[in-house]
Nanobody, 121 residues
Framework: VQLQASGGGLVQAGGSLRLSCAPSGGTFSDYLMGWFRQAPGKEREFVAAISWYDNRYSADSVKGRFTISRDNAKNTVYLQMNSLKPEDTAVYYC????????????????WGQGTQVTVSS
């Protein structure tokens, strides 16, 4: 499975961005899809995840601001990010997990290349 993430960029605090991730080379329905982020000098951290059955999970730090969704017909997963803060600045990665676990990096078998999100104050 290959993952292609897109949609990152530079935005002012309070602004919005939508990230997209389109897996290829696998069966989309086989995977729980997740988003992680990694800021300079920090560990990669969980942001949000969604199962095929639309069960959604998100980190406390983004609850109420970020929304994960998936379009199974388009084989695409999205991360809508609203009310962005400077501390959201990071490289965002999408990932695919064949398991039901979603919070840890090791739960995922496939990773995209990452897309940079920069939030200016």
């Amino acid at each position: 499975v290959q993952l292609q993430a897109s949609g990152g960029g530079l935005v002012q605090a309070g602004g919005s961005l939508r990230l997209s991730c389109a897996p290829s080379g696998g069966t989309f329905s086989d995977y729980l899809m997740g988003w992680f982020r990694q800021a300079p000098g920090k560990e990669r951290e969980f942001v949000a995840a969604i199962s095929w059955y639309d069960n959604r999970y998100s980190a406390d730090s983004v609850k109420g601001r970020f929304t994960i969704s998936r379009d199974n017909a388009k084989n695409t997963v999205y991360l809508q990010m609203n009310s962005l803060k400077p501390e959201d600045t990071a490289v965002y990665y999408c990932a695919a997990s064949p398991w039901k676990y979603y919070r840890r990096v090791v739960d995922y078998d496939y990773w995209g290349q990452g897309t940079q999100v920069t939030v200016s104050s």
